[in-house]
């Protein structure tokens, strides 16, 4: 059987080899998970658990469930000032990722350029290969505490691409962007008529500060596709849910690679969804307290080690700078020796060279302990 | 969220969290720390400090009863007068006047089953104003003060992931 070229130009996932390394070893504390350690709210579950026995075990529509729509589009015009209508746009997905997917494949033509911000999550690249376009590295630097510039993005040649990609608060580096900050993104992205796909899976981690949508800026809205979805705020991960929000035609047309792939997202997912949106805003919140106190410990305790680390304010990362500089063999090092799993930056891209990831959607005991053991390392 | 409301939650938590992390995991310094938990002794609003035990891991028997209580009132005796001839005895862990069908929540606890069902009958029972003692022994805990008691099912997401 042949590979598809497609597929051959996708590179091994540098997140897969750190994976297998950490199974290999026993008493490893890993940080470097990408999901919540919280379990979803017992309201989601009993939400899923009660369509499980009403029977509701049939498609949804491809679109997803009318009512899961209308509370998505009050929730994300409440939260976010996002207006958008729920009949024509919004597409419910089978998590982010297939939104990010079907996105791809709707909106981006062979040889297109889309240009991704690095370091990023890592199935930005491999989604535009799979759709043929052609990913456009856009490094991101610490100096600009990861966060995407009008130069970045010029120097880039991005002003040539179709999309724009993105994610903030980012993984891996839990990097946010204010207003501020995204109007001369916006203004690139307007100047050289970019179409934008915003991941705003983090939007609800952030610390100090609410989110801002790129989407929510003036002449923004025509041309961005939102992702969010249920994964990391509700701890969802394994229901696979998320969400677009688009203009009617951006959604239509990925609704259309959606029907003929997905269908519908999975049918007792929506209902967990639903009930999540209705009434679980106390869970997240209280989730929320506590990966702040986890990233102020983390923080506080990378700066007393003397590792440059800057101050992540969203997500549930932070991207300190691996001591000694390589940030493969400190990673494959503090393993083996310390049974403590990070990974290291240039998973995420060209731009995450010389950092690690360190994930802290993990117990507080086994954080201080992780902690302690890299201390000990060092 | 106030600085008090936060070291209480860390330290209901775990009351054992250092100084140093507790000024770690908020925006105060070690001394503002120490004075917040200072004052909020001073207070009492925390009233002390105890560690959360699992009985069936230690190999001595120790057992523990709920006890319902209910009392008649006179114009000489009230609630208060009541709890305070149950709360002088050690043997009682948790005094509540409580609503419902019954007046006092008791918690009681002893080495042997024999102590604390002779404690109920000669030294609770035989209060005058008790009319009526109903007592369920606890046979198993599975979370005590908010720390569960299972092992749990450990961590079983992928040590690494996207």
Redesign the interface.
């Known amino acids: 059987m042949n590979p598809s070229e497609r597929v051959q130009r996708v590179p091994p ?1 540098g ?2 080899k ?2 297998e390394l ?2 290999e070893q026993d008493d ?1 504390i ?1 940080l ?4 919540p ?1 919280f379990s979803a709210p017992w309201a989601a579950r009993d939400a899923a658990i009660d369509s499980l026995e009403r029977g509701r075990t049939s498609y949804t529509a491809n679109r997803g469930m009318a009512d899961l729509r209308g509370a998505i589009a009050e929730h994300v015009a409440e939260r976010y000032d996002l207006q958008y209508d729920p009949d024509d746009e919004i597409l419910v997905t089978t998590g982010v990722s297939e939104g990010v997917d079907v996105a791809m494949r709707a909106l981006v033509d062979p040889g297109d350029a889309v240009a991704v911000p690095e370091p990023s ?3 930005y690249a491999p989604g535009v290969i799979f759709a043929d376009g052609d990913p456009l590295p856009v490094p991101t630097r610490e100096a600009d505490e990861f966060k995407l510039t009008y130069e970045q993005l010029a120097e880039s040649g991005a002003a040539d691409a179709e999309a724009l990609i993105f994610c903030y608060p980012n ?1 891996p580096t839990g990097a946010v962007m204010t207003e501020s900050e995204l109007e001369p993104v916006a203004e690139f992205v307007r100047e050289h008529d970019l179409t934008v796909l915003a991941d705003e899976i983090y939007a609800d981690l952030t610390y100090g500060h609410d989110h801002t949508s790129i989407a929510t800026l003036p002449g923004m809205r025509e041309r961005t596709v939102v992702f969010n979805g249920f994964s990391k705020a509700y701890a969802m991960t394994g229901l696979r849910l998320g969400y677009a929000l688009a203009p009617p035609e951006g959604i239509a047309a990925m609704n259309r690679v959606h029907q003929y792939s997905m269908l519908s997202a999975p049918t007792t997912a929506q209902h967990a969804a639903l009930e999540a949106l209705h009434s679980c805003d106390d869970a997240v919140d209280e989730m929320v ?1 506590t990966y702040d ?2 990233r ?2 983390v923080l ?2 990378f700066d007393e080690m003397g590792i440059d680390c800057f101050e992540a304010k969203g997500a549930f990362y932070v991207f300190p700078k691996a001591p000694g500089g390589d940030a493969e063999a400190f990673a494959e090092d503090l393993l083996e020796a310390q049974g403590v ?1 990070v ?1 290291p930056g240039d998973a995420f891209g060209e731009g995450g060279e010389g950092h690690l990831r360190v994930s802290y959607a ?1 117990g ?2 086994d954080l ?1 302990e992780a902690m302690d053991r890299i201390e000990a390392f060092l | 969220m106030t600085a008090k409301r936060e070291l209480l939650d860390l330290l209901l938590e775990n009351a054992r969290y250092s100084t140093e992390d507790l000024a770690r995991m908020t925006d105060l310094s070690e001394a503002e720390v120490v004075s917040t938990i200072e004052t909020l002794e001073d207070e009492g609003i925390i009233r002390g400090y105890q560690a959360v035990v699992d009985w069936h891991r230690v190999k001595e028997e120790h057992i523990r009863a709920e006890v319902e209580l209910n009392v008649t009132l006179d114009r000489e005796t009230g609630y208060d007068d009541i709890a305070d001839r149950l709360g002088r005895f050690p043997e009682v862990t948790t005094l509540q006047l409580v609503s419902g069908d019954y007046d006092f929540h008791l918690e009681v606890e002893g080495d042997s089953l024999q102590e604390v069902s002779n404690f109920i009958s000669e030294k609770v029972a035989p209060t005058p104003e008790i009319t009526q003692t109903v007592t369920h022994y606890v046979m198993e805990t599975y979370k005590d003060r908010g720390i569960e008691f299972e092992d749990g099912h450990g961590d079983d997401r992928l040590s690494i992931s996207p």
Do not use: H, P
Not at chain 1, 32 to 35: C, F, I
């Open positions: 996932s997140i897969r750190f994976f950490a199974e490893v890993s470097g998970v990408g999901e350690d999550y890592i199935s993984n307290a106190r986890r102020k410990l506080s305790r799993a990974v993990t507080t005991k201080k």
